[in-house]
T-cell receptor, first 111, second 114 residues
Framework: TQLLEQSPQFLSIQEGENLTVYCNSSSVFSSLQWYRQEPGEGPVLLVTVVTGGEVKKLKRLTFQFGDARKDSSLHITAAQPGDTGLYLCAGPKNAGNMLTFGGGTRLMVKP | DSGVTQTPKHLITATGQRVTLRCSPRSGDLSVYWYQQSLDQGLQFLIQYYNGEERAKGNILERFSAQQFPDLHSELNLSSLELGDSALYFC?????????????FGSGTRLTVV
């Protein structure tokens, strides 16, 4: 069992649709980060959320940190093929900066 | 280019062999992290170095070792390789060693053990 559970594991949608992916834990995190990974590349940091209830927007992507700081969501509006990739959430596991990652949501946006 | 350089990009080797993976962190970053990514296990933390010293250890096998040199580049040594060690190995770096710092990842080394 992973400390961070992501759902769904796979998502295939048409261009223009909206979607939400989730990152859940039974543990409280001081912060959560979202990364996107494309084939053959390393994950790229999209956003860090720190405050419970915080909402951050990055163009068509909206990130929310749960009030209790145990969960987070990523909503994409009007998805485009360029959004295709593996979306990973991550949070610091202990007092150090070592991040533990969720299993990821693999998103495919078809033109 | 993320600023984190990993070499080699691909590596094919036989069981029982030893390999060294190299990572140069982004300029100014003091922390280096090594992760292993496989299809069934996701991204698994191996080890962290901060300014030359080991800071945290994850599920790193005894056959694996790492170090960070004075110029802050890091090497991950994998020995007595087994088929199950085939995976993507990522290095990441961050400015500090405490919470709240995002990682910058390299492009990874794809290791295939045959």
């Amino acid at each position: 069992t992973q400390l961070l559970e992501q759902s769904p594991q796979f998502l295939s949608i048409q261009e223009g649709e909206n979607l939400t992916v989730y990152c859940n834990s039974s543990s409280v995190f001081s912060s959560l980060q979202w990364y996107r990974q494309e084939p053959g590349e390393g994950p790229v940091l999209l956003v860090t959320v720190v405050t419970g209830g915080e909402v951050k927007k990055l163009k068509r992507l909206t990130f929310q940190f749960g009030d209790a700081r145990k969960d987070s969501s990523l909503h994409i509006t009007a998805a485009q093929p360029g959004d295709t990739g593996l979306y990973l959430c991550a949070g610091p596991k202990n007092a150090g900066n070592m991040l533990t990652f969720g299993g990821g949501t693999r998103l495919m946006v078809k033109p | 280019d993320s600023g984190v350089t990993q070499t080699p990009k691909h590596l094919i080797t036989a069981t029982g062999q030893r390999v060294t993976l190299r990572c140069s962190p982004r300029s100014g970053d003091l922390s280096v992290y090594w992760y292993q990514q496989s299809l069934d296990q996701g991204l698994q933390f191996l080890i962290q170095y901060y300014n030359g010293e080991e800071r945290a250890k994850g599920n790193i096998l005894e056959r694996f070792s790492a170090q960070q040199f004075p110029d802050l580049h890091s090497e991950l040594n994998l020995s007595s390789l087994e088929l199950g060690d085939s995976a993507l190995y990522f290095c990441a770096s961050s400015v500090g060693g405490g919470q709240g710092y995002g990682y910058t990842f390299g492009s990874g080394t794809r290791l295939t053990v045959v």
